[in-house]
C-alpha cells in the first residue's frame, strides 16, 4: 500500500485558533509530521490557508477530522505526493 509523504491543502478557517495554534494543533497528530502554514487571506471572520504537511505517513482522515474539530473546512487538495506502492 502506498504512503501519502506530503499534502498541501487549501483550508478556511475561522481567526481562532490563530495559525501558531492550528499547526501545533496538527503537528500533535504524529510526531513525524511537519506542518506549515502560510495566510493567503484574511477577512472579517475568516482566513484562508494553505496548509502544507509532511512526513512519513500522512492519515487523511485523523488530519481531516482534526482540522474539523478546529472548525475549518478543507476546501481542495492542491498537492499530493505519495510513495512505497505494492509491485503486485
Known amino acids: 500500500m502506498a504512503n501519502i509523504s506530503r499534502l ?3 483550508v478556511l478557517k475561522p481567526h ?7 499547526a501545533l494543533a ?3 497528530l504524529d510526531p513525524t509530521w511537519n506542518v506549515a502554514i502560510e495566510v493567503v487571506e484574511i477577512d472579517e471572520s475568516t ?3 494553505c496548509l502544507e504537511v ?15 474539530e478546529l472548525g475549518a ?4 487538495i492542491d498537492a499530493v505526493e505519495a510513495n512505497g ?3 503486485n
Open 16 to 22: 481562532k485558533p490563530n495559525a501558531y495554534d492550528f
Open 85 to 87: 506502492g505494492s509491485s
Open 54 to 68: 509532511t512526513g512519513i505517513h500522512i492519515n487523511f482522515d485523523n488530519l481531516q477530522n482534526k482540522i474539523n
Open 73 to 76: 473546512t478543507i476546501h481542495s
Open 26 to 28: 496538527l503537528s500533535e
Open 47 to 49: 482566513e484562508s490557508i
Open 8 to 10: 498541501q491543502l487549501d
